[in-house]
């Protein structure tokens, strides 16, 4: 179960990463000659990727957009927001990237008349870098995607219908109820904090809290999978809720 969370993250984070990469490309095209213009054989001009700032402006910002998306994709550990947050800023850094060069090309260049403008590397290399930044999106998207449904198409965990047979169990013994209420008076505590987490999600896997060893935190009181919350404490033995030390 925490192995699944944990290999999605990595899987975000990877792509965050990738993405980070091409933006950083992307950019570093603006210093490079997007297109030159040949008078007659007489001369030659060069027109490179921050000649005119409204490109300028656009690369920059996609080139920014996709180091947020790295950064946040490796520092989120909200499954549902990475499934949000990354193909969102991935997909507007990928745009931006792709207009960048197209606005150049179609907007500022077609007001010269009477110009031959030839393509230079720069311009394959902004294209190349926004059409790399989209198919990392497509990815990142897949990839939450795919860990949505992983979470459903495996067999219901034992605690997804927990709830349901402990009210139909309940409404069974209820005419015994006096006979085996001794069972339950060892742990009251537990039995407590059982029912008050009943029904509610591990902050940590995000999965539904009922029976089985639980785990707590001192500071706050949340509770958790003992499981998901041993390996949380190894990772960084900091509570999720609350921020505070889940080990002295």
């Known amino acids: 179960m925490f192995t699944q969370v944990t290999e999605a993250l990595a899987r975000f984070s990877r792509i965050g990463a990738l993405i980070s990469l091409l933006g950083a490309t992307h950019a570093l095209s603006l210093i490079l000659n997007w297109f030159?213009?040949?008078?007659?054989?007489?001369?030659?001009?060069?027109i490179t990727g921050y000649t005119f700032m409204e490109p300028l402006l656009l690369s920059l910002t996609a080139g920014g957009a996709a180091g947020a998306t790295g950064v946040l994709a490796s520092n989120i550990r909200d499954l549902t927001k990475l499934r949000l947050v990354t193909p969102l800023l991935s997909f507007t850094a990928s745009g931006l990237a792709l207009l960048s060069p197209l606005y150049t090309y179609l907007v500022k260049l077609s007001s010269f008349e009477g110009l031959?403008?030839?393509?230079?590397?720069?311009?394959?290399?902004?294209?190349?870098?926004?059409?790399?930044?989209?198919?990392?999106s497509v990815l990142a998207l897949i990839a939450g995607l795919r860990t949505r449904v992983a979470a459903y198409s495996t067999p219901p965990p034992y605690w997804a219908t927990a709830r349901e047979e402990a009210e139909a169990f309940t409404e069974i013994?209820?005419?015994?109820?006096?006979a085996q209420t001794t069972v339950y008076e060892q742990s009251p505590e537990r039995e407590q904090r059982v029912a008050e987490a009943a029904g509610g999600q591990c902050p940590i896997c995000g999965d539904i809290i009922s029976g089985g060893e639980l785990g707590e935190c001192s500071s706050c009181g949340a509770v958790?999978?003992?499981?998901?919350?041993?390996?949380?404490?190894d990772l960084g033995n900091k509570c999720p809720s609350c921020g505070g030390e889940l080990r002295g």
């Open 173 to 178: 013994r209820e005419p015994v109820a006096e």
């Open 224 to 233: 958790f999978h003992k499981d998901c919350l041993n390996v949380w404490a």
């Open 116 to 136: 031959n403008f030839i393509p230079e590397i720069g311009l394959f290399a902004s294209l190349f870098t926004g059409i790399a930044i989209a198919g990392a």
């Open 36 to 46: 030159s213009i040949n008078y007659d054989n007489v001369g030659r001009s060069l």
